[in-house]
């Protein structure tokens, strides 16, 4: 009999009396196990301080809250022990959270290099990313290619792919669920990087030993300063991004915790030239974006059955464009801004009546304020003096309730249902949302699982790319235009093995989504094609809404314990859209649809001094869209435009389309490979590590064009990351 902890540590295990001793046992991934003898003549209180593992924290272990994947009714679901990612090789030496779990089944990358998510046929705008409670609406750095997450303050990683618990909401395609360390309440630790292009550092320990505790992490990039001393003085460009992680925690009572975290994190791109200042001219252009979270919970137990959290959140994303141009004329000033800022309130109770029932049940509530677009110009040249603010206020909530139940020995399932909804100016939604996990197990160490969930999502985000720039805005739903819905069932089998220590996962899915969004064909990026014209353009009147269709199965085969661990992930799968705006209503793949993805990683540890690694994945080509032919025009020719007017303009080419998304980029594949040295020091431990991404130098197509050559029409190819060695320096105390 057993049972398993909440994200704070608190469980509940009800037992049959007896005066004989029953052995307990307390595992957890990357922890020495700790084993107690009890007499259950009594209720009895229990609170274990759990130690590191030094042995265990080598091993690689994917799995959800139990032991064994074959014991737990919930599917779909990846936990990443943290030590994984630190022993993998990355681009550029960058350990990347949401990197590692493109490596899952079911899981694809946005391009070569990049970190979104596309998550059985969803879109990156479809991915829930949660960092204590609190909601990340840009995860991304350096335009896509790096995470904002940074692996030294995280203590767990959990990705839902499908059959979602009651407790989330709001999204169509996957949960990433993030929570920081909560800092060491007896001793103090340390742990500092040095890397190519960026360098980290995290320190920890109590404030009052046993009763309260802090972590300070942060990280930032130097490309700017790098390039620095090549500049002229009166010259100043460059790059960077930070990040800053904070949290610390008080034991109020044996009864009641107090957790306060955040997260701050910008991206900075500037040029600034002064090399005319004296006679009166100066240029200035920035382009900022950046994510800010904080979360004040408050955990409180009110009696051995029942654990109860409060959360108060707030989270605020924001970019801006900044371009200030001086002459002794006068000055021409642009100011473009875009931000979406969230307050909210979350309550969860969990609550373990008998062995065969634990309920969690609760409600949320946040209030949105979306910016799309703020403008400010002034050119003294002709007078222009526009400021421009049109801010959306919405509200969006939900309450759930969840069971996980287990009537017998073979069967366990998790039926939830969930109410959401949603306020926007007069318009309100409310929507149903029934949710089940079901495993039978058929032996004890085999089960055959299923699952089905409904989502609502009341979100948009507008986007030409599908990379997840900051530059992609996030509007509500509307009256017009309606929120986002899906509807999912899986079926599988888990296997857990013995000898050799292996799990084996298979499960097949169908989704079908509603009311998905896309730019009507002609239709310019929202308002930073034309900043001027920004406050009388609705972004409803540029999009058009329809359904989605993904499908697949996915295999997961993974070793867990040893010197050498892993896994091996395949993908096959199918993602359609249809809408009837677009491709004459006829139905055509996603970019992203991608029908073979696999990933083989390795790591290998000959002795606790060595770690060796290696990934190779592979992936379909992605489905983009390409002209067939082109033809010359004269400057006469009336040529016709997305409004429907003829434009006697000068325009030398006019381009010709088949359906869209019917050509098939190349083959994506790639093998990155690593080496760690490890050396036990007096004051703790220090590591050098040396990868390789891309050993063997493939050119995988990043974007295609078409060029010319010799007078003709060529298809050409865009690669942007070939072989990149880095390295990097790692001290642990």
Partial sequence: LGTTTNNYGFYSLTLPASSEKVALQITFIGYKTQKFELTLDKDQTLSVALETET????EIILKGEEEKVSRTPQMSVVSVPIQQIKDLPALLGEKDVLKVLQLMPGVKSGGEGTSGLYVRGGGPDQNLIILDDATVYNASHLFGFFSLFNGNALKNVELTKGGFPARYGGRLSSVVD?????????????????????????????????????????????????????????????????????????????KDKIFVSGYFGQDKFFVRDNSQKASGYAFKTGLYWGNATSTVRWNHLFNDKIFSNLSLIYSHFNFAIDLEDQSPEGKFQLKYLSRIRDFGVKYDIDFAPSPKHNLKLGANLLTHRFTPSAVVIRDDFDGTNINTKRPIDALEGGIYIEDFYRPNPRLSANFGFRMSYFGYKKTQYVYPEPRASVAYHLTESLALKASYAMMNQFMHLLTNTGAGLPTDLWVPATDRVKPQQSQQVAIGLAKDFSDPDLTLTVEGYYKRSKRV?????????????????????????????????AYGAEVLLQKKKGKYTGWIGYTLSWTQLQFDDLNFGKKFFARYDRRHDISIVNIYKPKPSITLSAIWVYGTGNAITLPLASYSLSSHEPIPNPNNSLDFGFQPTLNEYGSRNDFRMRANHRLDVGIQFHKQKSWGERTWEISIYNAYNRRNPFFYYIGTQNGQNVLKQVSIFGLIPSFSYRIKF
């Fill in 517 to 549: 969004i896309s730019y009507k064909e002609g239709a310019s990026f929202l308002a930073v094609d034309d900043p001027e014209n920004a406050a009388a353009i609705d972004w409803q009147n540029n999009v058009t809404q329809g359904n989605g269709y």
């Fill in 55 to 58: 042995n265990e924290l080598t």
């Fill in 178 to 254: 993030m929570t920081m360390k909560d800092g060491h309440k007896q001793e103090y630790h340390g742990e500092a990087s040095v890397g190519l292009i960026s360098s980290s550092a995290t320190f920890e320990g109590p404030i009052q030993k046993g009763k309260s505790s802090f972590l300070v992490s942060g990280r930032r990039t130097y490309l700017d300063l790098l390039i620095r001393p090549f500049l002229p003085a009166d010259q100043k460009g460059g790059y960077y991004f930070y990040d800053l992680n904070a949290k610390v925690n008080f034991t109020l009572s044996p």
